[in-house]
């Protein structure tokens, strides 16, 4: 049975049980309007924008337009969108890449390959997925001066099965479409005969183990691997109804870049993306924007997170959050120390490969991408 048809039966399953909750609006942050998110950016410093990733429109198996989820993007407050439909690059040749509003809405690819599904970002030319192995794939979408992204690594139903392939940018940490198809449908079923929505969608989220730990894993063997959170947002339509809405999916999980300017391109979400100068997060309760995790020296800014650089006598770690969270600081993909605080410093005394994971009440929030403290002088494979 088709993927898509297999996602539709098992919606209409579950519609006479939690189709109230699936459809209700839950309770949503306030956002700034695209005026007030242009901030007056200090010296040296990097502007923080909010976007989705990996969405899929009606040029594959999605149900929307790239309209209606520009106008969804724009009332939300969004800066950018990632639109990667299945094997096309169709709406980039049909000139549907560039600003809808003040979104900015960038056209690359989900491939099949092989094995498993690989995001390809900023590239021009399709590849014939038949005829190529994974690594061929990979390869050529470097090739086009693209960057890419392993996709669901542990779906059920399409896990990346080829680990032994080199030279992508990084990996889905995160993709909540997948979250929610894995869950136990029963479980899912009772709980939306009575819950709120927002609580609802907060049952199907949970903390990402699997690919954290394989992230971590990956980052000891190859050096710097970004890590992205992905939306995978398709949405159902089933006679009038929406299902899995984008509005809510935009919500759940979201990819702010840290670019060094206050006009947002192309070019700046892609270096971000590609130097792990972004961090991942679920925003349907908070908004995370004003997060920052930083390596100090005193009051001098030595790096942010994707950066790497030598230890130093007198380094700290810096977190600041929007609003108070229950940090957690992972080194070398073990959990270190910990605190309840909305700013938090934290001595460095060893070198390692540090990130960050917020969560508020006990829910996932916001995930860092590392900071790599090397010893005394970086290994080859972690320079730029």
Known sequence: MRPSVRRILWLVLLAPVTGCAILANPSKPTYRSPADRRETLPAGGYQDFTGVLHIHTRYSDGAGTFEEIARIAN????????VTDHNTLQPLRDGKQGWHGATLVLVGMEISTPGGHYLALNVTEELNRHKHTTQEIIDEVNRQGGLGFIAHPYFQKRRWTDWSVTGYT????????????????????????AAPATPFYFSMIDRPYDPLRTWDE????????????SSDAHEVRLFGVKFAPYEI????SRTH?????????AEGVYDALQQGHAYFTMELEAEAKGFSFTAERGRERLGIMGDSMPLEPGMHLT????????????????QAAAATTQEW???????????????????PWIFSNPIYVMPDQEPADLKR
């Not at 995160?174 to 029963?186: F, G, L, P, R």
């Not at 990956?218 to 691997?225: F, M, N, Q, T």
């Not at 999916?249 to 759940?252: V, Y």
């Not at 977190?319 to 073990?334: E, M, T, Y």
């Open 218 to 229: 990956l980052i000891k063997r190859h050096g710097r691997v970004a890590g992205i959170g």
């Open 249 to 252: 999916m935009f919500q759940l």
């Open 319 to 334: 977190v600041r959050l929007p609003q108070a969270g229950q940090i957690a600081l992972f080194k070398d993909g073990r």
């Open 345 to 363: 410093d934290v001595p460095v005394t060893d070198s390692g490969v540090y990130r960050v994971e917020v969560t508020r009440h006990g829910r």
């Open 257 to 265: 870049v840290l670019v060094p300017s206050t006009t947002l391109t």
């Open 75 to 82: 009332a939300q407050g969004l800066d950018y969108l990632v």
């Open 170 to 193: 990084g990996v889905e940490a995160y993709n909540v479409a997948h979250d929610a198809i894995d869950e136990n449908k029963m479980r899912i079923a009772l709980w939306g005969l």
